[in-house]
């Protein structure tokens, strides 16, 4: 019994990165998703996106906006930072997943990010 | 009918003039003007992208594509922060060995020899860089041969492309040989590799002028002219092959060591691509 309260926790920790649309992330994770967007070391976005507020994006790709719109289907966003190649062979964009820059938990806490934009 | 029955009585007439046509070269491949069509290609592609650059310019790296840093950089090559490696080098060229000879002794024109490298040796069926000569000049005479791609290595290089200015770069394929080292350098340019999965020509040929972060991708064309260079990031000198290790770590891939088969053969074809502008090294670079 003393060990509900953290398995609640953790529960809770984990909702957001099993990446279920009807799950909604929240603010502590949606905070995790932008770090590693920004992080020069992870996702790296910004080298060649503009994204919100971040400083001195990069252009090479289009600037991250309207991602709902652009993607209603999550899977294809997230197919995209796993392996932007399998769609598009000769796509600049490093293929996160697939190459192990970014684990699948990271990538679904990255996606739940890029929708709030 | 009048136009097919023409037509019938010249189709085997054109076939036997191509047929003669493909077997001719098959006996003398013309190697350099396969080159020649592809640096033509080459720099064709940066002519229609950025129309109001001038192709001389390309020598100038990412500084051609836009003037106001241009300006700047400029500026700082009044005072550039190479010109003490330059006196470095010079000392370094005439320093004499143990036994008496020196650098100079083994490279004519008193070392302005930039424009005669890269070159395929066709003896020993290899691409000789500056940097390999050099080492080689001083492993001829009981010299151990300078480690890796900067510090000394860097400074006579600097020394000996200072004294080159305006040398045209005019990199020659003339056998078959030769062809597959610069085959080899082409396919190592367009290829992806590393966990970042990126090519040479996927930043510098397609994405060339964009912004990466807060700096400007530069152009492959022209990328080997103006080496070694002082780079801000390095804090000092360093050659040609310590900027490709660099950009192979970048997108996550293992680098070459300097002077292995790979870069040499990288810088064979990259310099190729170059044929026509001129040596301006060394250069300040961020």
Not at chain 1, 26 to 32: G, K, P, T
Not at chain 1, 67 to 79: T, V
Not at chain 2, 11 to 35: D, E, H, K, T
């Amino acid at each position: 019994m003393k060990h509900s309260g953290f398995i609640a926790a953790a529960v809770l920790f984990m909702l957001p990165s099993l990446g279920q649309a009807g799950a909604k992330p929240d603010q502590a994770a949606l905070e995790r998703g932008k770090a590693l967007a920004f992080d020069s070391n992870k996702g790296n976005c910004l080298a060649c996106h503009m994204i919100a507020d971040g400083e001195f994006p990069g252009n090479l790709g289009p600037p991250m906006i309207q991602m709902k719109e652009r993607f209603p289907d999550r899977a294809a966003l997230r197919e995209q930072i796993w392996d932007a190649s399998a769609k598009n062979p000769k796509s600049m964009m490093p293929p996160f997943g697939k190459n192990g820059v970014l684990s699948g938990e990271e990538v679904d806490l990255i996606v739940d990010y890029l929708y709030t934009l | 009918m009048i136009k097919n029955r023409i037509l019938r009585r010249l189709i085997p007439a054109a076939l036997m003039v191509s047929a003669v046509a493909v077997s001719r070269p098959a006996q003398a491949v013309n190697y350099q003007a396969l080159v020649d069509a592809d640096t033509k290609a080459f720099q064709s592609y940066f002519i229609k992208e950025f129309p109001e650059v001038k192709l001389a310019d390309y020598a100038n790296g990412v500084y051609a594509l836009n003037e106001d840093s241009r300006r700047q950089w400029q500026e700082m090559e009044e005072f550039p922060p190479y010109e003490l490696d330059i006196e470095a080098g010079k000392a370094l060229f005439n320093k004499p060995f143990a036994n008496g000879k020196s650098l100079a002794s083994c490279f004519p024109d008193g070392g302005a020899v930039r424009g005669k490298y890269p070159y395929f040796d066709e003896k020993r069926k290899e691409v000789v860089t500056l940097e390999m000569a050099i080492n080689e000049c001083r492993v001829a005479n009981g010299e151990q041969p300078w480690p890796g791609n900067k510090g000394d290595l860097a400074k006579v290089s600097a020394y000996m492309a200072y004294i080159s200015r305006g040398q045209k770069v005019d990199v020659k394929v003339g056998s078959k040989a030769a062809y597959d080292a610069y085959l080899k350098g082409k396919a190592f340019f367009y290829g992806k590799r590393g966990q970042l999965n990126m090519s040479c020509s996927g930043c510098h040929m397609e994405y060339v002028g964009r912004n990466l972060r807060a700096e400007v991708v530069s152009p492959a064309l022209g990328h080997t002219t103006h080496f070694p260079v002082f780079r801000s990031k390095w804090g000092e000198i360093g050659t040609l092959h310590r900027r490709y290790a660099g950009c192979n770590e970048n997108i996550g891939a293992k680098p070459f060591p300097a002077q292995s088969e790979e870069y040499r053969n990288l810088e064979f074809f990259q310099t190729a691509m170059s044929n026509g502008l001129q040596y301006n090294g060394p250069a300040s670079r961020k």
